[in-house]
């Protein structure tokens, strides 16, 4: 999630500091401070309320499986919760469900990946290529630096290396690996580098998949959380 330090809010939340509140029989009970990962959430949710007036417009019903999810008006709206859990854990069981309607549901979409930009801590956006056929093998930014190589003894195998810079390194909210959300136009894909060690990564894709074509096209953006 973004190490950006959340600032308190008019309601008094703030990443900081431990509160107390007086309940029955004027009892005092501590309340533990909001972690960052919290607070980034708190502070995106309000945010998300300002701009689209707290209702997602997209819906999903209940029974929506696989693939071909069925969308229907007599059912439940997408909440600003469940965009979230999308975005923190993208291969829970719901959130596999609500995957295929984001992707076709542009408004929903645009939510999500507004949501993506505001709760990751790093982030690509287009490249600049050289022409419209180009692949991208390596991006680096200020937070991580992102390679795609051969794999010298399979030639239809890459492996896709991702490296957190010492700022991002050394943090506790790696011990459940770092999800990079692949983005270009309607089409999404997220990849689980499930074991970081000392700020590195890596996985191995087949060159000729779906994945291959989306992470090495200049149009695509990443976000990682």
């Known amino acids: 999630m973004s190490k950006k330090q959340s600032k308190s809010n008019t309601n008094g ?17 501590t309340i533990p401070p909001l972690d960052s990962k919290q607070a980034a959430i708190f502070k995106v949710k309000q ?34 919760a469940e965009l979230v859990r999308c975005a923190c854990f993208p291969f829970a069981t719901k959130s596999q469900k609500l995957m295929p309607v984001i992707k076709s549901n542009v408004s ?21 290529a050289a022409s419209s056929d180009s ?33 991002q390194a050394n943090t506790s909210l790696y011990v459940k690996g770092v999800f990079l959300h692949c983005m270009l136009k309607n089409q999404f894909k997220v990849l689980h580098f499930e074991n970081v060690l000392d700020g590195r990564a890596q996985i191995i894709i087949e060159k000729d998949s779906a994945t291959y074509h989306l992470i090495t096209s200049p149009n695509t953006k990443l976000y990682l959380c």
């Not at 997602?56 to 709206?77: F, H, M, N, Y």
Request: hydrophobic content about 30%; overall charge positive; some cysteine.
């Open 13 to 29: 939340a703030a990443t900081g500091g431990t509160k107390s509140a007086r309940g029955k029989n004027n009892e005092v009970t």
């Open 47 to 80: 945010q998300y309320k300002c701009l689209t007036g707290g209702a997602p417009v997209a819906q999903v019903s209940e029974d929506g499986e696989g693939d071909k999810p069925i969308i229907s008006l007599a059912t439940r709206r997408i909440s600003f």
């Open 108 to 128: 929903l979409y645009t939510q999500y990946e507004w949501v993506l930009g505001k709760l990751s801590f790093a982030s690509s956006g287009e490249q600049v």
């Open 135 to 167: 692949r991208i093998m390596s991006r680096t930014t200020e937070y991580f630096d992102f390679q795609i190589r051969p794999d010298k003894s399979n030639s239809k195998q890459v492996h896709l290396l991702l490296s957190l810079k010492q700022t």
